[in-house]
């Protein structure tokens, strides 16, 4: 038996962080949505007991570190299963991106590995234990557009945003989401995005007003760290996206654009900038 699950890139469409807990954590209150820009997970059963990771990218770890590895432990310990896997990840989404693709990799093999071994795990049940895996995990359970608090494990689902091209950008470096959480002083920052806002303009579904509620109090302390970031912003901002943020911790920026006949136009700029240019759809 063999399954198969796509595992899509996700984006913030608005981050905020509104404290440091005493737990170490942060308090954030995101708007997130995925695109059409997926990883394709294949499992296998295998007559050993044993998990096997594969990819054609060089860049991840093929073992424990990988976190669908880990997803896969995790539901074998759980649900006592004693039957052995293949996972197999045709990755296409860049790593260390600020696009949460080991975390939905490790969400796609939660729910493929539910299918395969037929445990019958329901959604709530699957995103607790995504909750253990990591912060962006249960979103990635389920998908869509939700908001995210406490760490990002409390999901409230919303409406699709209006449908929008999203042309994205990683710049060659790789950005440590733990360095950036470390270096951000939630007291001192100077301008919260408004979740408020970003959640009534996709309610209207105005897209000119989702362009303006934009916004990720993490892009100051990545941008100190790497220019070259902020920078992209700025070209992205320059080629004509209608509005553009990092996405995450970084460093992948995204514009959204509504006119078609402007996508070729960014992308071609961008491609000039930096080779990782995807331009892609909203998953609504
Ligand atoms: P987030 O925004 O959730 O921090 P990210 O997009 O910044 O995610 P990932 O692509 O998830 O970053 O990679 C973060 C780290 O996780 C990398 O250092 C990578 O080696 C490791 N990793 C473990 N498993 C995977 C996987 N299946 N795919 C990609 N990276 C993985």
Not at 96 to 111: E, I, Q, V
Not at 239 to 266: I, N, Q
Request: proline residues 5%; aromatic residues 6%; glycine residues 8%.
């Amino acid at each position: 038996m063999k399954v198969f699950e796509k595992a899509p890139a996700k984006i913030n469409l608005s981050l905020d962080v509104l404290h440091k807990r005493q737990d170490g954590y942060h308090e954030v209150e995101m708007v997130m949505t995925m695109v059409d820009l997926a990883d394709r997970i294949e499992m296998q059963e295998l007559p050993r007991d044993t998990i096997i990771i594969s990819s054609q990218a060089g860049y991840i770890p093929l073992d424990e570190k990988n976190l669908a590895f880990q997803a896969a432990r995790l539901i074998k310990d759980r649900y006592d299963v004693r039957q052995g896997v293949y996972i197999h990840l045709d990755k296409k989404i860049p790593v260390a991106a600020g696009l949460a693709g080991g975390s939905s990799d490790a969400a796609a093999t939660l729910r493929g590995l539910n299918r395969l071994w037929r445990l019958n795990i329901g959604s709530e049940e699957l995103q607790r234990l995504g909750a253990e895996l990591g912060s962006d995990v249960p979103f990635c359970v389920t998908g869509g557009t939700a908001v995210a608090r406490g760490r990002g494990e409390k999901l409230e689902p919303i409406e699709s945003p209006p449908q929008c091209w999203v042309v994205l950008a990683k710049p060659p470096i790789n950005v440590s989401t733990q360095e950036v959480y470390g270096k951000l002083d939630a007291k001192a920052i100077r301008r919260h995005p408004s979740t408020s806002g970003m959640l009534a303009a996709i309610r209207e579904k105005r897209f000119d007003r989702m362009c303006s509620e934009l916004g990720n109090v993490l892009e100051e302390v990545t941008f100190d760290l790497y220019p070259e970031v902020r920078q992209l912003k700025e070209v992205m901002q320059r080629l004509g996206a209608d509005g553009v943020l990092m996405s995450g911790s970084g460093p992948t920026v995204f514009g959204l654009v509504s006119k078609e006949s402007k996508v070729a136009r960014m992308y071609n700029g961008l491609r000039g900038f930096c080779k990782e240019v995807y331009a892609v759809r909203l998953l609504t």
